[in-house]
């Protein structure tokens, strides 16, 4: 199987950084797309932004500016740095990854068990 986990997420006040890490491990091929979502209370999981394998990344328009995505392939790991944090940023993000567990099957999506993020003063 494919786990993905989540680090990184904290309190942090309005204006401030913080940097989300997600590794995957177990069974892995390769790893196309990996992106965030991110869910406020009360709200619908949307998407924050996405990484293909050779680095094009996309962005919603919201945080477009202050948030950057990355990735290690050869970690299996990508990366959130987040900027100039407003409330609004405020919500449990989640990490997700298309893995292919070898070169014959499809890639399958996976998702990270979320991790809150706070911005307060």
């Known amino acids: 199987q494919v786990q993905l986990v989540e680090s990184g997420g904290g309190l942090v006040q309005p204006g401030g950084s913080l940097r989300l890490s997600c590794a995957a491990s177990?069974?892995?091929?390769?790893?196309?797309?990996m992106g965030w979502y991110r869910q406020a209370p009360g709200k619908q999981r949307e998407l924050v932004g996405n990484?293909?394998?050779?680095?094009?990344?996309n962005y919603a328009e919201s945080v477009k500016g202050r948030f950057t995505i990355s990735r290690d392939n050869a970690k299996n790991t990508v990366y959130l740095q987040m900027n100039s944090l407003k409330r609004e940023d405020t919500a449990v993000y989640y990490c997700n990854a298309e893995v292919m567990r070898s070169w014959v099957d499809s890639a399958i999506e996976y998702w990270g068990q979320g991790t809150q993020v706070t911005v307060s003063s």
């Open positions: 177990g069974r892995i091929f390769s790893i196309n797309d």
């Open positions: 990484i293909t394998r050779r680095g094009v990344t």
